[in-house]
């Protein structure tokens, strides 16, 4: 998937999970590059074959996945305004 950026938030999060997965080079910010990458991936089947083996794998091991990270940042941010509200 190309994702073009926009300005609204529900047009950036094509932005956020291409770039938590590492797929940055998916990501156009304006319609000229949104059309040339496109056509660009269209014409490069053994490209688009790898992406479809590995995705998975890309997905899982990515920060979307990374269960215990967000649990530790969740957790820490709980506390931080815990404390502060307390204060």
């Known amino acids: 998937v190309i994702s073009l950026v926009g300005y609204r938030t529900a047009s950036r999060y094509g932005l956020s999970f291409l770039s938590a997965i590492g797929l940055n080079k998916f990501v156009a910010n304006t319609e000229e590059e949104y059309i040339n990458k496109a056509v660009e ?10 992406l479809r083996f590995n995705l ?5 091991n990515s920060s979307l996945c990374d269960s215990v990270t967000f649990t530790r940042e969740f957790e820490n941010a709980l506390r931080f305004m815990w404390k502060k509200w307390c204060n």
Not at 41 to 50: D, H, P, Q, T, V
Not at 56 to 60: C, F, L, T
């Open 56 to 60: 998975r794998d890309i997905v899982k």
């Open 41 to 50: 991936l269209a014409n490069n089947i053994e490209e688009l074959k790898l």
